[in-house]
């Protein structure tokens, strides 16, 4: 059984931080990729920023310069910084990881339950 589970998140007024974090447990051989989405109200969920276990990050251009996506290895967690957060940031985020459960022999997505993060005056 593998789960990923998320925290932080929450209300921040406009221009203000918040920092994600995320902690994937549970039967794992290796994983790949892992990163953030989210999902606004009426919209389809989008990518937010990805990170390689190599370090190689991917970032939407809406969140460039903003969000900074980081990742512990050892510790199968991944953080994301968000600084200078706008309303349109609002959202539910989610974690995602491409890993290869022990026993198995084949990469697959999990995700989190999701976490809403709003920023609001």
């Known amino acids: 059984q593998v789960q990923l589970v998320e925290s932080g998140g929450g209300l921040v007024q406009p221009g203000g931080s918040l920092r994600l974090s995320c902690a994937a447990s549970?039967?794992?051989?290796?994983?790949?990729?892992m990163g953030w989405y989210r999902q606004a109200p009426g919209k389809q969920r989008e990518l937010v920023a990805t990170?390689?276990?190599?370090?190689?990050?991917d970032y939407s251009d809406s969140v460039k310069g903003r969000f900074t996506i980081s990742r512990d290895n050892a510790k199968n967690t991944v953080d994301l910084q968000m600084n200078s957060l706008k309303p349109e940031d609002t959202a539910v985020y989610y974690c995602?990881?491409?890993?290869?459960?022990?026993?198995?022999?084949?990469?697959?997505?999990?995700w989190g339950q999701g976490t809403q993060c709003t920023v609001s005056s």
């Open positions: 995602n990881a491409y890993l290869l459960p022990r026993f198995t022999w084949e990469y697959r997505d999990y």
């Open positions: 549970g039967s794992i051989a290796s994983i790949n990729r």
């Open positions: 990170i390689t276990s190599t370090g190689n990050t």
